[in-house]
């Protein structure tokens, strides 16, 4: 076998170690569970390797859009942040999964630090990426994934027992991948860890999780003016706050028609675990009236929330509804006073 351990958080020995310790974990049966599909399960892994003392390890784990896990440096730990996160893996398991997935990562970082430099990429400081997970669909077999990512850049990916080059990683890609595929037992290795164990583990986690993965928060939703854009134009903002699950459909419209100039921000994160979201709009100020804010979520059952934009009164309108009842009402006392 080749011994140039290129990207060797998935290629050695000591690496599927760290995937085999990790998914072996979850070896649970699937339970029925109604989530809307697909559902994606990641484990997220960076690896910063500065020089042959100095390796940084970043790590999370997702279900879909919610972090159900995150690395710790200080411990070189998973840690848990749902009391659900664990499924229904006993402690004993979590510990002893922990601690091989520890000490396998030393071993890969230290097979990168000896061999890296005499193998496909450059000795100076460098960063790779790996995922690993499944989606899973009702009634439909499970899809398993692994990709792997250098400098930020799609790499190589595992799909149906082998590996194959990103279109953009060049030739780099396509060795890494000829070696890659010389381990034979490792891909089955990986095969049955992403189409197998991993799925398993997914539905013990929306069976143990569920009131939280379904939680269904109503957003909060209301309109403002932004900075001016221009002369004669306005910046309407559509702000939707407090929503969960993270999926929201937002437009503005006048009437059935939506308004193509529409413009998405992030959603963000609260700290209670919904989101927050805002839609802008740059418009003639003598187009505005009409336009309407269209909200859709699965917490509303099935209804739009509608907000319509109303045009601020001016200060001089606002002066004469306030003054001109208040002058009537003194003009009335002095014409009772003089007649009593």
Same mark, same amino acid.
């Given at each position: 076998m080749f011994q140039c351990p290129v990207v060797s958080l998935v290629a050695t020995g000591s690496s599927l170690g760290i995937m085999v310790g990790w998914w072996l974990l979850?070896? +649970?049966?699937?339970?029925?569970?109604?989530? #809307?599909?697909?559902?994606?399960?990641?484990?997220?892994?960076?690896s910063f390797l500065y020089n042959r003392s100095w390796t940084q390890n970043l790590g999370s784990v997702w279900l879909d859009?919610? #972090?159900?896990?995150?690395?710790?440096?200080?411990?070189?730990?998973?840690?848990?942040?749902?009391?659900?996160? #664990?499924?229904?893996l006993s402690n004993e398991e979590v510990v002893t999964g922990e601690n091989l997935f520890y000490s396998n990562t030393i071993l890969v970082n230290q097979d990168f630090r000896e061999h890296v430099s005499k193998c496909l990429f450059s000795p100076d400081p460098f960063q790779v990426q790996m995922v690993i997970g499944c989606? =899973?669909? &009702? *009634?439909?077999?499970? &899809? *398993? $994934?692994?990709?792997?990512?250098?400098?930020?850049?799609?790499?190589?990916? $595992?799909w149906n027992m082998s590996w194959w080059p990103s279109p953009k990683g060049g030739s780099r890609a396509q060795q890494v991948c000829r070696l890659f595929n010389q381990?034979? /037992?490792?891909?089955?290795?990986? !095969?049955? =860890?992403?189409?197998?164990? %991993?799925?398993?583990? +997914?539905?013990?986690?929306?069976?143990?999780?569920?009131?939280? +993965?379904?939680? #269904?928060?109503?957003? /909060?939703?209301? +309109?403002?003016?932004?900075?001016?854009p221009g002369s004669g134009r306005l910046l309407l903002v559509c702000h939707i706050s407090g929503f969960?699950?993270?999926?929201? @459909? &937002?437009? @503005?419209?006048?009437?059935?028609? /939506?308004?193509?100039?529409? !413009?998405?921000?992030d959603v963000l994160p609260h700290a209670d675990g919904t989101w927050y979201l805002q839609m802008s709009l740059d418009v003639k100020a003598t187009e505005a009236a009409g336009l309407? %804010?269209?909200?859709?979520?699965?917490?509303? *059952?099935?209804?739009?929330? &509608? =907000?319509? @934009?109303?045009?601020?009164?001016?200060?001089?309108?606002v002066f004469l509804a306030v003054i001109v009842p208040l002058v009537l009402l003194a003009g009335l006392a002095l014409w009772l006073w003089k007649r009593w």
């Open positions: 979850i070896l +649970l049966d699937r339970q029925s569970w109604d989530f #809307q599909e697909p559902i994606y399960f990641r484990v997220i892994r960076t859009e919610l #972090q159900t896990h995150a690395w710790d440096n200080k411990t070189h730990t998973f840690t848990f942040l749902w009391p659900w996160s #664990q499924g229904n989606e =899973l669909h &009702v *009634g439909k077999p499970s &899809v *398993g $994934f692994m990709r792997i990512a250098y400098q930020g850049s799609d790499l190589i990916s $595992f381990y034979h /037992e490792d891909n089955e290795l990986i !095969q049955t =860890l992403i189409i197998d164990y %991993c799925p398993r583990y +997914l539905s013990s986690l929306l069976d143990v999780g569920k009131a939280d +993965l379904q939680r #269904q928060v109503r957003p /909060e939703a209301w +309109l403002s003016a932004g900075p001016s969960h699950p993270k999926p929201v @459909w &937002v437009m @503005w419209m006048r009437g059935e028609q /939506e308004q193509r100039g529409t !413009q998405r921000g309407s %804010c269209r909200v859709r979520h699965s917490s509303l *059952g099935g209804q739009d929330m &509608v =907000l319509y @934009w109303e045009q601020p009164r001016s200060m001089g309108l």
